[in-house]
């Protein structure tokens, strides 16, 4: 296996393109721009899409990777744990530590009178916006998924659907676009930090 292969190049590139549109769209507009321009165009199918997108930034996928690297990949556990650890200490060191008072969108604009759209069923949280953990997991997690499968195409379905926990956590009001890049750029740095350190044992 090539320390730089197909599917981890690809990824990098999605992301990398992901970043730069997010960079563009927060130098373009405001901070209550950046929302209402997304909370307006809220339909019922993509309410869905999206509460299923965001779904996939929580625990269960990491849990049922690590089963697969248990049942078929054992000396890829370690770099996995090592990656998840080190994402998760950050996102929550960051949140609890360093940023505890930086709101959520729904806090944040609390005190304006304006009819935002919320998606039925999400709760809204006030508290520990910055960086967004869903998002740090997603960008972690998914990485693995393109390695394992090891061919390009598979690095950008995984990016999408990264991709797609990102803006779930906007399109939710959960996040606002700086949290959602700062967490996918945790995510996916220390996953491929962990990989490059562990690349020789993974090759066997």
């Known amino acids: 296996m090539k320390r730089l292969n197909g599917a981890w190049i690809a990824y990098w590139v999605l992301f990398l393109v992901f970043e730069a549109s997010m960079i563009a769209y927060m130098r373009v507009y405001d901070r209550f721009d950046q929302m209402r321009i997304i909370n307006n165009w809220h339909i019922l199918p993509v309410d869905k899409l999206f509460q299923g997108l965001s779904l996939l930034g929580e625990i269960l996928v990491p849990v049922l990777l690590l089963i697969y690297f248990i049942w078929k990949k054992r000396a890829w556990i370690r770099p996995f744990l090592f990656s998840y650890a080190a994402s998760t200490m950050l996102v929550q060191g960051l949140k609890h530590l360093v940023f505890p008072s930086a709101l959520r969108p729904y806090a ?97």
Not at 144 to 152: E, F, H, I, M, Q
């Open 108 to 204: 944040y604009f609390k005190a304006l009178d304006i009819p935002w759209y919320w998606v039925k069923g999400v709760e809204m949280n006030e508290y520990n916006s910055f960086p967004s953990g869903h998002t740090a997991a997603a960008w972690f997690c998914f990485i693995w998924v393109a390695l394992v499968v090891n061919k390009p195409w598979a690095g950008i379905v995984a990016a999408l659907l990264a991709v797609g926990v990102a803006l779930s956590r906007v399109y939710l009001f959960q996040h606002f676009p700086i949290d959602v890049a700062f967490g996918a750029f945790i995510g996916i740095t220390c996953s491929s930090i962990f990989y490059h350190l562990y690349h020789e044992t993974l090759r066997k």
